[in-house]
Every structure is written in structure tokens, then in C-alpha cells.
């Protein structure tokens, strides 16, 4: 009990860091980079927002699951270039969506119902696009 309260404030430690405004390291900027705001659509866009929020801080900021909170993680987080087979729901829209909608039982991720159907869907949509990148 006591690892899993150890483990579970270094997890809310490194979210909070993450998500408070520090500066990527020059690698991620370089990363974000390679996705041109302009070249992608109002929804992908307003997902891939909400999904540096919510999500980059564990799957990391081009989904490769080595966000700064992963290392505290076991399992660690989805990395989004793995085959369609290994993902719990799958990689499609609908499987992401339901990811989102309902988190995974015996992992750390956690339901983000608490979004909203559409922005859940704009980052299920952004999720998907990161997968063919």
C-alpha cells in the first residue's frame, strides 16, 4: 500500500511539472514542430491541443509513450506506433474513444470522460492521426 502511495505521488509530481508550463526539452520542440498547425483541420488541431493538456505528459508529445511522467509508470504508457493488435481497444476511432471514455482497468490510464464528448473525440481523431505518422 504504501509503494502504491509512493508511486502514485510521483505520478501526480511529474503531471503537475509537466502540465505547469515548463519548457520542453529542445527534442520535443523540434517534435512539435513537425506538425504544421496549418496543415492540419479545426478538429485535429483542437485534439492535438487538448492532447498536449491531457495526454503528452505520459504518452508523450508524438505518442511514442516517453512523456515525463512515463518512467513512474508500470505499464508503461501506449506507445501509438504499435500494431493495432496490441492496443486494448484497438487503434480506430472507436477504440481510442472508448480508451478515452472509460480509461483501461489495471494500468494507469484513467477514464477523461470528465472532457467531454467532443473534445474526447477531437483527441481520439488527433490520437489516430499521430498513429500513420
Known amino acids: 500500500m504504501k509503494n502504491k502511495l509512493i508511486l502514485f505521488i510521483g505520478i501526480a509530481m511529474a503531471i503537475l511539472l509537466v502540465s505547469c508550463g515548463e519548457k520542453p526539452a529542445p527534442a520535443e520542440e523540434k517534435a512539435a514542430e513537425t506538425v504544421a498547425p496549418a496543415a492540419l483541420d479545426a478538429d485535429l488541431q483542437a485534439g492535438k491541443e487538448a492532447f498536449e493538456m491531457s495526454c503528452a505528459s505520459c ?75
Not at 72 to 84: E, H
Not at 98 to 127: F, N, P, R, W
Open 59 to 133: 504518452h508523450g508529445i508524438e505518442g511514442a509513450g516517453d512523456g515525463a511522467a512515463a518512467a513512474a509508470l508500470n505499464p508503461k504508457p501506449r506507445n501509438y506506433k504499435a500494431p493495432a493488435s496490441e492496443w486494448k481497444n484497438g487503434n480506430t476511432l472507436e477504440g481510442v474513444t472508448k480508451t478515452l471514455k472509460q480509461g483501461i482497468k489495471g494500468s494507469s490510464m484513467v477514464s477523461y470522460s470528465h472532457l467531454g464528448d467532443e473534445t474526447l473525440g477531437q483527441i481520439a481523431k488527433y490520437v489516430v492521426h499521430l498513429t500513420k505518422k
